[in-house]
């Protein structure tokens, strides 16, 4: 079945570094979707890719769909200790259904 | 609008009782997931509905049992708990398009001893 990794699994960063986080689907995915989880919370919707290549930003955060559409990431530039949480990627892929990935969580510290 | 509500929020079972977690959703949405994450983990489709009256398994359904009278509910049923599904459980649902973002609710957190 597809799978869906992210890397990494986790990352500790001081206030003010960039962060990054990779997802990489084992199939072919038609769009993806990221979330983030803060503690003790739900996911919650960020953004979603459906275009080869797609680039968006959304203030701190940007979000890029590989040209091969199996690939993804999400950069956020100067993390605040509000940016604290797990970051999903979700890909849809054959069948339509929507997969997670493993996430990666975030800890930022002053 | 309430969005995605669950209920309980906290639940102590113990070994072999059984429960029914609730969840409703006043957005009309037909597509309705039940998903299980573990401590440090990520999301475990258990069950999910594509409209009242059809259900179908995800990937983690034993020991676990669903159903779909209205468009709105979609509630969980535990039976016989172990204490490996102690977890939380996250109900979530969607729009009709297959791009829609899934809306979760707050969660359950179940514990079973």
């Known amino acids: 079945g597809q799978q869906v990794m992210q890397i990494p699994q986790y990352q500790h960063v001081q206030e003010g570094e960039d962060f990054t986080t990779y997802c990489n689907s084992s199939?072919?995915?038609?769009?993806i979707q990221w979330y983030k989880q803060r503690p003790g919370g739900h996911p919650v919707f960020l953004i979603q890719l459906v275009k080869s290549g797609e680039v968006k930003k959304q203030k701190r955060l940007t979000f890029q769909f590989g040209e091969a559409k199996k690939n993804s990431s999400l950069h956020i530039t100067a993390t605040q200790t509000t940016d604290v949480g797990t970051y999903f990627c979700?890909?849809?892929?054959?069948?339509?259904?929507?997969?997670f990935g493993t996430g990666t969580r975030l800890q930022v510290t002053l | 609008n309430a969005g995605v509500t669950q209920t309980p929020k906290f639940r102590i079972l113990k070994i072999g009782q059984s429960m029914t977690l609730q969840c409703a959703q006043d957005?009309?949405?037909?597509?309705m997931y039940w998903y299980r994450q573990d401590p440090g983990m990520g999301l475990k489709l258990i069950y999910y509905?594509?409209?009242?009256?059809?259900?179908d398994k995800g990937e983690v359904p034993n020991g676990y049992n669903v159903s779909r009278s209205t468009t709105e509910d979609f509630p969980l049923r535990l039976e016989l708990a172990a204490p490996s599904q102690t977890s939380v459980y996250f109900c979530?649902?969607?729009?009709?398009?297959?791009?829609?973002?899934?809306?979760f609710g707050d969660g359950t957190r179940l514990s079973i001893l």
């Open positions: 199939t072919t995915l038609s769009n």
């Open positions: 509905s594509v409209g009242a009256g059809i259900t």
């Open positions: 957005m009309n949405h037909n597509y």
């Open positions: 979530a649902s969607r729009g009709q398009g297959a791009g829609e973002p899934q809306h």
């Open positions: 979700a890909g849809t892929g054959t069948a339509s259904k929507l997969t």
